[in-house]
C-alpha cells in the first residue's frame, strides 16, 4: 500500500463515528492491497460479484469477506459459506436458495435485506411497502438470520439529496424492529457510499461501503 493511500485511510476513517463499520468495496482491487487492510484500520471487505470473491477469498487474519453486489441464485453455492454477511437479499426466491445451499453446508448465513427506498427502475431491492411481508417470510428459513437493511441510494451531485432516503430507511427499520418478529434483528443499516456516507451516517447507517474514497479512483483492466 504506498503512502497516498495510506494517508486517505487514514483521513477517511478520523470522519468516521464509532459504532459505524467501514466495509472496503473492493472491486477492481487487488488482493494484495485488500490484504493490508486490517493494519490500516478497516476489517471488512465487500466484493459485488461472486467470481471476483472467489478469486481473492483467502483467510487474511483480521477480515471479514461480505458480499455487496446482486446475488444470482446460481451463484449462492459458492459464497455461502464465505461471505460473512449477504447485503442484497431482496426475493423469497433468492432466500430460499440461501436456505437451501446453507442447508447443504450446515452453516447459517447472516443477510440484510435490500430496499430500493428511491423506487427507481434501475436498481435491484423490494419496495418499502412490502419489505415487512417480505421479512416475515424469510425470518421462517432456519439457516439465515436476518440482521438489518440495506439500500443503494440513487448517485446525485448532492449528498444532500439522499437525505430523505436515508431518514426513510432508518425509519423503516425501527418499525420493524418494534414488530419483535422472531429471528429478525435490526442491528445493522447499511446505507451510503463514497459520495454520500456522512449524510447517511447523520441519519443513523450502521455500516458503510466505501471504495474510492479509501482507495482513490478505480484502475480498470482493458
Same mark, same amino acid.
Given at each position: 500500500?504506498? #503512502?497516498?493511500? *495510506?494517508?486517505? =485511510?487514514?483521513?477517511?476513517?478520523?470522519? =468516521?463515528?464509532?459504532?459505524?463499520? &467501514? &466495509?472496503?468495496?473492493?472491486?477492481?482491487?487487488?488482493?494484495?492491497? @485488500?490484504?493490508?487492510?486490517?493494519? $490500516?484500520? =478497516?476489517?471488512?471487505a #465487500?466484493?459485488?460479484? @461472486?467470481? *471476483?470473491?472467489? !478469486?481473492?477469498?483467502?483467510? &487474511?487474519? #483480521?477480515?471479514?469477506? /461480505?458480499?455487496? +453486489?446482486?446475488?444470482?441464485?446460481?451463484?449462492?453455492?459458492?459464497?455461502?459459506?464465505k461471505?460473512c454477511l %449477504?447485503?442484497?437479499v431482496?426475493?423469497? $426466491?433468492?432466500?430460499? *436458495?440461501?436456505?437451501? /445451499?446453507?442447508?447443504?453446508?450446515?452453516?447459517? @448465513? !447472516? %443477510?440484510?435485506v435490500?430496499?430500493?427506498?428511491?423506487?427507481?427502475?434501475?436498481?435491484?431491492?423490494?419496495?418499502?411497502?412490502?419489505?415487512? !411481508?417480505?421479512?416475515?417470510?424469510?425470518?421462517?428459513?432456519?439457516? %439465515?438470520?436476518?440482521?438489518g437493511?440495506?439500500?443503494?441510494?440513487p448517485?446525485?451531485?448532492?449528498?444532500?439529496?439522499?437525505?430523505?432516503?436515508?431518514?426513510?430507511?432508518?425509519?423503516?427499520?425501527?418499525?420493524i424492529?418494534?414488530?419483535?418478529?422472531?429471528?429478525?434483528?435490526?442491528? =445493522?443499516?447499511?446505507? #451510503?457510499?463514497? +459520495?454520500d456516507?456522512? @449524510?447517511?451516517?447523520?441519519?443513523?447507517?450502521?455500516? &458503510?461501503?466505501v471504495?474510492? +474514497?479509501?482507495? +482513490?479512483?478505480? $484502475?480498470?483492466?482493458?
Open positions: 500500500m504506498d #503512502g497516498q493511500t *495510506e494517508r486517505r =485511510i487514514k483521513d477517511f476513517l478520523e470522519k =468516521i463515528p464509532s459504532g459505524v463499520k &467501514v &466495509v472496503a468495496a473492493t472491486k477492481c482491487r487487488s488482493i494484495e492491497l @485488500v490484504s493490508e487492510c486490517p493494519a $490500516h484500520g =478497516i476489517f471488512a #465487500g466484493e459485488n460479484r @461472486v467470481q *471476483e470473491l472467489l !478469486s481473492k477469498y483467502q483467510p &487474511v487474519e #483480521g477480515l471479514e469477506w /461480505q458480499f455487496i +453486489g446482486q446475488l444470482q441464485t446460481n451463484k449462492v453455492k459458492y459464497i455461502v459459506d461471505a %449477504i447485503h442484497s431482496d426475493s423469497v $426466491h433468492l432466500a430460499k *436458495e440461501i436456505e437451501k /445451499q446453507a442447508a447443504k453446508q450446515n452453516v447459517t @448465513v !447472516s %443477510i440484510l435490500e430496499v430500493n427506498i428511491a423506487e427507481e427502475e434501475s436498481k435491484f431491492g423490494i419496495h418499502k411497502e412490502e419489505t415487512i !411481508s417480505l421479512i416475515r417470510q424469510i425470518a421462517a428459513l432456519p439457516h %439465515i438470520q436476518i440482521l437493511l440495506m439500500t443503494i441510494a448517485f446525485v451531485e448532492n449528498p444532500e439529496d439522499n437525505r430523505t432516503y436515508f431518514r426513510q430507511i432508518r425509519q423503516l427499520s425501527v418499525d424492529d418494534a414488530q419483535n418478529i422472531d429471528n429478525v434483528r435490526m442491528d =445493522i443499516l447499511s446505507m #451510503g457510499m463514497t +459520495g456516507y456522512m @449524510v447517511a451516517i447523520e441519519e443513523g447507517a450502521t455500516m &458503510v461501503r471504495g474510492t +474514497g479509501i482507495f +482513490g479512483e478505480r $484502475h480498470y483492466q482493458k
